[in-house]
């Protein structure tokens, strides 16, 4: 008999895992399981919550007695009668994400927890006041609203031009001494808005995570640095008029080398890299390792939940602090709840300043000349209107992400994917067909979702998962979503008909690269066929499969303040200049007008930088 609690969600989670009672971890899952939802919304705290009540009384309505008061075989027999039920399967997946970061947590620290970092870096000094500290009024020549990578990176440009600049961040400064010394899954909920459960709601739901954080998502993403196509430049250029384009190489020159973007090097790759490398070269595609903003990586795999070594040149770690140097100030804590706007001023309407509420409930404004609207794809929008600048018919449109989807590969010999590089190898031989394999790797238990099965089945997958390699791919959509809501954002996303023949494509792809690296299996994630051994399998199954049978994501929401010539389609002019007001400019992934087919913090880095140029340039 399990040693879990007796409530529903302790029963459910004995239930998930098959806690017999023979280890200590599987014991201390609900409460981590607990402190995640915690941090995510209350909808979907509730939704979890709730659906653990309904499967336990599900069990008591089969057995007489609820989950935890069962034995293990009873449990099993419980969720297979859930699983068999079309309309219950695809709900008990959803409940699994949850569980198994907090199982995969938990089963880590049991067996001594990853490994550290030989060196920590001593982090650049910034300039971070908290708001509460922060004067109710105040005045500077800029404000950037957002420290991410467009945030960043205008904040550096205005300030090294001698403008007295005022950085407004919503979330916390976190020390690369402050990774090193907790949990993967700890930070991750103090790391990403929502906890990580960023939803985009449509005819499939997908998960959108984004960074909230002193530096935003460049804290939490896997340091992969692509330039723009060329063929995406010309694209936005000619279809769009997006005059940024012309700017656009020389300053993404600049990002990379402040970023110090370099080829990883191949001894640090991991075997999750080398595997991928491997099967590359049989089939002969095209692959490499990747270019990433990481000198001296370590490979401890936690790019996603902050680096601890210090390696990744998040902009918290390159940018800013040379933003700092020139002057700039960065109010952590701080969200801005509205553009202050003077509409009496000759000329038409012209930002006039901020209002930020802090921490503490406290209101304060920042008086100024020049907004800069940094705050990412999913929270400019809104910021706007609540502004009373959203009346521009295409705002919050246009949103753009990267679909994606994971699958993995049982080998015979460990393959311990969580030692070495978390995204090291780029596989690009089928992104002419708008589809982008990279090795992706994951602390443990963050990226066990792709494992098949319930309870004692499932056990057995958590205790093979060293066995496992892992590759995800993401496509190049058609903008098919938009942001809405004020004071709340809303997401609407609705997966095009090309773009899911795209993921399709790319299941099959990184079944096919597995295959060829020596896999014995490939765990699919799509439910009715978790597990294929041949490609002629993998085909049979994909035939009789669509999209919302895969296990999906999204990531780099982009394009919902699109910069473009056509003031009746683009909300910001050309030069990245928000249509209807003075002194307001778009400066984050917002204003790039399409999908830019690659991990995108080059592109909105150097958008930034050239949106920050051209207005010192008038």
Not at 431 to 445: K, N, Q, R, Y
Not at 460 to 483: C, K, Q
Not at 499 to 518: S, Y
Request: charged share 20%.
């Amino acid at each position: 008999m399990s040693h879990a609690g007796t409530g529903s969600l302790g029963g459910f989670v004995a239930a998930l895992i098959a806690d017999d009672g023979s280890d200590t971890w599987p014991a201390r899952v609900p409460g981590r399981l607990d402190s995640v939802l915690k941090t995510m919304p209350l909808p979907a705290r509730a939704g979890i919550r709730a659906a653990a009540r309904t499967i336990d009384a599900y069990a008591v309505a089969r057995t007489g007695r609820g989950l935890a008061r069962l034995s293990g075989e009873e449990r099993d027999a419980v969720l297979a009668g859930l699983g068999a039920r079309p309309r219950l399967a695809p709900l008990l997946d959803v409940l699994k994400v949850p569980v198994l970061l907090a199982a995969g947590t938990e089963r880590m620290l049991e067996n001594g927890g990853l490994r550290s970092p030989l060196l920590p870096r001593k982090d650049p000094p910034l300039d971070c006041t908290p708001s509460a500290r922060w004067p109710a009024r105040s005045t500077a020549d800029a404000v950037v609203i957002g420290s991410g990578a467009g945030g960043a990176m205008a904040a550096r440009t205005l300030a090294r031009a001698g403008l007295d600049v005022v950085v407004l961040e919503e979330g916390h400064h976190h020390s690369t001494e402050s990774f090193g010394r907790r949990a993967p899954l700890d930070r991750f909920a103090e790391l990403y808005r929502d906890g990580g459960a960023t939803v985009a709601i449509g005819r499939q739901p997908l998960l959108l995570p984004v960074g909230r954080a002193v530096g935003g998502t460049t804290v939490v993403n896997s340091g992969t640095c692509y330039r723009t196509p060329d063929h995406v430049l010309t694209r936005w250029t000619r279809e769009f008029g997006w005059a940024l384009a012309e700017r656009l190489g020389p300053c993404l020159d600049e990002a990379e080398r402040t970023l110090r973007v370099a080829t990883q090097p191949l001894d640090v790759l991991g075997n999750n890299g080398r595997l991928a490398l491997a099967g590359a070269e049989r089939l002969g595609w095209q692959a490499a390792p990747l270019r990433r903003n990481a000198p001296g990586c370590q490979g401890s795999c936690q790019c996603v939940v902050g680096c601890p070594s210090g390696a990744k040149q998040s902009v918290q770690l390159s940018v800013l602090p040379e933003a700092c140097a020139a002057g700039a100030h960065i109010v952590t804590g701080a969200e801005v709840r509205r553009i202050l706007v003077d509409r009496d001023r000759p000329g038409g309407p012209r930002a006039a300043g901020v209002r930020i509420r802090g921490e503490d409930g406290g209101v304060f404004e920042i008086l100024t000349p020049l907004v800069v609207v940094a705050a990412g794809a999913l929270q400019s929008p809104p910021l706007l209107r609540r502004s009373g600048l959203g009346g521009h018919p295409r705002l919050g449109r246009n949103l753009s992400v990267h679909p994606a989807t994971s699958v993995a590969g049982r080998f015979a010999e460990p393959v311990t994917a969580w030692e070495g590089v978390l995204q090291s190898v780029g596989v690009e031989e089928h992104h002419h067909a708008g589809v982008l394999i990279e090795a992706t790797a994951t602390p443990p238990g963050m990226g066990s979702f792709v494992l098949p099965g319930l309870g004692s089945e499932l056990r057995r997958e958590l205790d093979a998962a060293d066995r496992l390699a892992t590759l995800g791919a993401m496509i190049a959509d058609r903008p098919s979503g938009r942001v809405i809501g004020r004071d709340r954002t809303l997401l609407r996303y609705d997966l095009d008909h090309r773009d899911a023949g795209r993921l399709i494509h790319a299941v099959r792809a990184m079944g096919e690269l597995l295959l060829a690296a020596g896999a014995d299996e490939v765990l699919t994630g799509i439910p009715v066929a978790p597990r294929v051994r041949t490609l002629a399998e993998l085909d049979e199954v994909l035939a009789r499969v669509g999209p919302g049978q895969l296990h999906l994501s999204a990531y780099h929401p982009t394009g919902t303040v699109a910069a473009g010539a056509d003031p009746e389609r683009f909300p910001a002019d050309g030069a990245g200049r928000l249509r209807g007001v003075h002194g307001v400019l778009i400066a984050d992934a917002s204003v790039l007008p399409g999908c830019p087919e690659v991990n995108p913090q080059l592109s909105i880095m150097a958008a930034a930088l050239a949106v920050s140029q051209a207005r010192l340039e008038r």
